[in-house]
């Protein structure tokens, strides 16, 4: 079972920032692909951004493109996702994501077999 420990949620203003940071048991390593995902209300929830471990690439949703930027700390066992320029458009629950079985799609998801966190609140609001 994977466990997540999300963090760096909060209420921020439009154009601000904000750095979401995830802890997983074991190591990023030992998945094939994380990442993030969001859903906001009345919405499904959708592929934000994602790591393919292997290779180390990185994909994005067209919305966050040149604003949103994942990274990884293999010591820490953390995956980070800098969110800058914010949008009141980007509120919504933001999880943490493994797979296990498959890297990253080139639309940001995971369809292997994905396991998300408890999920983290990002308002964005004057």
């Known amino acids: 079972q994977v466990r997540f420990v999300e963090s760096g949620g909060g209420l921020v203003q439009p154009g601000g920032s904000l750095r979401l940071s995830c802890v997983v048991s074991?190591?990023?390593?030992?998945?094939?692909?994380i990442g993030w995902f969001r859903q906001a209300p009345g919405k499904e929830r959708e592929g934000v951004s994602c790591?393919?471990?292997?290779?180390?690439?990185?994909y994005y949703a067209d919305s966050v493109k040149g604003r949103f930027t994942i990274s990884r700390d293999n010591a820490e066992n953390t995956v980070y996702l800098q969110m800058n320029s914010l949008k009141p458009e980007d509120t919504a629950i933001y999880y943490c994501?493994?797979?296990?079985?498959?890297?990253?799609?080139?639309?940001?998801?995971?369809?292997?077999?994905?396991?998300w966190g408890q999920g983290i609140q990002v308002t964005v609001s004057s």
């Open positions: 074991g190591s990023t390593s030992d998945y094939y692909a």
């Open positions: 790591l393919s471990t292997s290779a180390g690439d990185t």
């Open positions: 994501a493994t797979d296990s079985i498959m890297p990253c799609t080139r639309i940001a998801t995971m369809i292997g077999d994905p396991r």
